[in-house]
């Protein structure tokens, strides 16, 4: 029996640091409630997914040597996002195969490194969460976190202690919703197809609000949303789970004080 608090560095993303802060708060309260000792190092940059995605490894590289340092040192690296979890934790091994002095630091990052909803249930244990939201939610499983990292089950089975919630399935909730990182840019008529279907299916399921754990996801789903006209509301997971769902929804504006 030990009272030694895990020491927990926090990769924010690049996505969260611009466009939604509040999912790294939300993140930081619930690694917090969960009995960590929580770092955000100041020195983090992009994963280097983008570039690395977009076959630029000399950028990606570069990149991700910035992210091995920064993180170096700590016990656990925590990723609110599937997509940057995976690069992380599969990519950076693969970028750096056979370089005797950076392919050890990668996987030993990789090794440490969780999404998370993973972190919480998987390493912690957590089982249920101090947080009330009144309303149905729908979840969408965003394609690297389900497919890298097997993230599924543990974001459902934190949100089935919320007090208030209530899960509506929606068909397909494991279809791509078309964002892709830059698939989006590239193929845009494509990327419009899947998000409509994704949409689609949102709506059916006649949930108040769509959560997921990636942020690129939720944009796209959002803006596609917004078009269409449809009240659904989007959060990251994150923001239900801590209890802080209370802002502006994700594609609304700020509301004036």
Known sequence: MTDRKPRVALL????????RPTVGFAAIKLLEDAGCVVDVPEVQTCCGQPAYNSGDRADARALAEAVIG???????VVVPSGSCGGM???HYPELFHGDPNWWPRA?????????????????LGVRSVA???????????????LRELGVH????????????VTVKEMADSD???GFGGTFCVKYGEISNTIVSKKTANIRAAGAGTLLAGDLGCLLNMAGKLKREGSGVEVRHVAEVLAGMADGPAIGEAPRRK
């Open 175 to 177: 279809v791509c919703c």
């Open 153 to 164: 089950a543990q974001p459902r089975a934190l949100l089935a202690g919320v007090d208030g």
């Open 107 to 123: 996987d030993a990052l990789a090794a440490r490194t969780f999404e998370l909803t993973s972190f919480l249930v998987d390493v």
């Open 12 to 19: 924010v993303t690049c996505l969260v640091d611009l466009f």
């Open 131 to 145: 947080a009330a939201f009144e309303g149905s939610v729908t979840y969408h499983d965003s394609c690297s976190g």
């Open 88 to 90: 992380v934790k599969h």
């Open 70 to 76: 920064a993180f170096e040192g700590f016990e656990y």
